[in-house]
């Protein structure tokens, strides 16, 4: 009489943790993608603040412009500007004035510096240019 109750075939056993090894790495490489598009939709939000607060400084510039037409003496201040905000300061030297207009959204800021000579109500512009705070 022949009895074999326990039969030693490995076999089943080997695909089992095959399986579980690819489901394993298919979650690392998931996870790493999942993660990777986190990093990039962050950095592309990053982008879309610096875009919107250079917006912002250079609206500000413009306004500085502006007032500065109707006023000679006007010396800067604070504007409220969509989401953003921004500081202008004006320093004179006779008809030259250079303008200082910073931004800041959520955090994000840009800086813009100009000079100008001013001669009654027109504005010459002699330089624009971004600057690093």
Excluded at 1 to 19: D, E, F, K, P, T
Aim: glycine share 10%.
């Amino acid at each position: 009489m022949y009895m074999h109750r326990y039969s030693h075939n490995q076999g089943g056993y080997i695909a089992l943790i095959a399986v579980l090894i690819i489901v394993a790495v298919t979650l690392a490489i998931g996870l790493a993608l999942n993660l990777l598009g986190i990093g990039e939709t962050q950095a592309g939000y990053e982008k879309q603040l610096s875009v919107q607060s250079f917006t912002i400084a250079d609206s500000c510039m413009h306004e500085a412009y502006i007032r500065l037409r109707a006023d000679s003496a006007y010396a800067g201040g604070s504007l409220n500007v969509g989401q953003g905000s921004c500081s202008i300061t004006v320093t004179a030297d006779g008809p030259n004035r250079t303008i200082r207009a910073a931004s800041d959204i959520q955090g994000v800021q840009r800086k813009i510096e100009s000079a100008i000579t001013l001669s009654g109500t027109s504005v010459k512009l002699i330089s624009w240019q971004e600057v690093s705070l």
